[in-house]
């Protein structure tokens, strides 16, 4: 979704259905980190790139989703999945848009070296996250009564900066933070994608929890709609990767135009407090800038993943630390790293959750 930056189409009503808000576009580094040899394809135009998921890496993931399908009893629903420009399901139509640059090894380092590529568990995720998108739409689930009891009204407004209740037991947890809470059709995403992935023993995991009545009807659908060929069988795509006219250096200046900031925050009191060596002290002591570079995005992942803020803003916010941090020339004993770790993934969680609750990090 970012040909049109993607911020812009996520309104609930153009596009629907998609996993972006989980993972917005990420905030990007200088196009300089990129290898040398990957610099030489930013002015080429996406669209001219030959660019097929037919081939390419994605292609094992796409079949590892059928066969999931397959092992459900879900034998005629295959939804047709495409490359556009990020993850998404377009709205009411049972099609699955996968990022392009999963499909190029050149791609993936650029993208790498920019961003937090996704790694194979986050593939099949979000694959599976946008299946349910699809498996609702070509069965037209939402249009029934029994959904919308379950799930809500599927005409409900999307909510970008939605405020999620933290730990509820009403819904599954399958992406990062508490996704299921943002919109009914999310809510149904996830819990066909936690009933679709293999060993995941929801009926143990989420015994006694309200989200149990939602997968159980999602287990009867399952079987009732085993050999039932779906209601809309060829669904309309949104843009597709030979439409994307844009250069790759633009579509990477786009998402940078749209990064997501902190803002400035007086984070000096908090971080002496953590990192208290003295600066005389010479033995066992090594600068806690590159601590934090080092486990950059371990602590991303987790404040991420138990918050639920945008994994962007959370990125720039760890980022905004380390700045800190290495401004303020703070060290860190070597001896007492994992506690350092764990005091910035607690302090983090801090802000974020204050972010949640009163929409800036920290409050004058």
Not at 131 to 150: D, I, P, V
Not at 203 to 215: D, I, S, T, V
Request: include cysteine; charged fraction near 30%; hydrophobic fraction near 35%.
């Amino acid at each position: 979704m970012l040909s049109a930056p993607k911020a812009a189409r996520l309104d609930g009503q153009s596009y629907a259905g998609t996993a972006t808000s989980a993972r917005l576009r990420p905030s990007v580094a200088n196009f300089e980190k990129a290898p040398a040899e990957v610099q030489e394809i930013l002015s080429q135009p996406i669209q001219q790139l030959g660019l097929k998921l037919e081939g390419s890496p994605l292609e094992r993931f796409v079949q590892q989703l059928y066969k999931e399908l397959s092992e459900k009893g879900l034998s005629r629903f295959r939804p047709r999945c495409y490359l556009t420009d990020e993850w998404g399901c377009p709205n009411q139509e049972p099609v699955i848009g996968i990022p392009f640059y999963l499909a190029d090894p050149k791609l993936q380092r650029l993208e790498s070296e920019m961003n937090d590529i996704e790694d194979a568990r986050q593939i099949m995720m979000y694959l599976r996250h946008e299946a349910g998108h699809a498996f609702n739409y070509a069965y037209a689930l939402y249009k029934t009564q029994e959904w919308r009891h379950l799930f809500g009204p599927f005409r409900r407004a999307y909510r970008d900066n939605y405020k999620p209740v933290p730990f509820s037991r009403q819904f599954v947890r399958h992406m990062e933070g508490w996704y299921a809470q943002k919109h009914p059709d999310e809510d149904f995403a996830e819990t066909f994608a936690v009933w679709l992935t293999p060993r995941s023993n929801w009926r143990k995991r989420y015994k006694g929890w309200g989200a149990m009545k939602k997968l159980l009807y999602m287990d009867r659908v399952g079987h009732r709609l085993r050999e039932a060929d779906p209601i809309i069988d060829h669904g309309d795509t949104d843009i597709t990767v030979d439409e994307m006219s844009v250069t790759v250096g633009e579509f990477y200046q786009r998402a940078l135009d749209q990064q997501l900031t902190p803002g400035e925050l007086p984070l000096d009191t908090d971080l002496h407090d953590i990192f208290n060596v003295s600066k005389r002290r010479r033995k066992n002591v090594r600068p806690a800038v590159d601590l934090l570079r080092e486990n950059r995005k371990v602590l991303a992942d987790k404040v991420n993943y138990w918050t639920g803020v945008q994994r962007p803003l959370v990125k720039k916010l760890i980022e905004t630390i380390e700045a800190k941090v290495g401004e303020l020339g703070l060290r860190a004993d070597v001896r007492c790293e994992k506690e350092y770790l764990t005091e910035v993934s607690v302090y983090a969680t801090a802000l974020a959750m204050n972010y949640i609750t009163r929409g800036k990090f920290i409050l004058p």
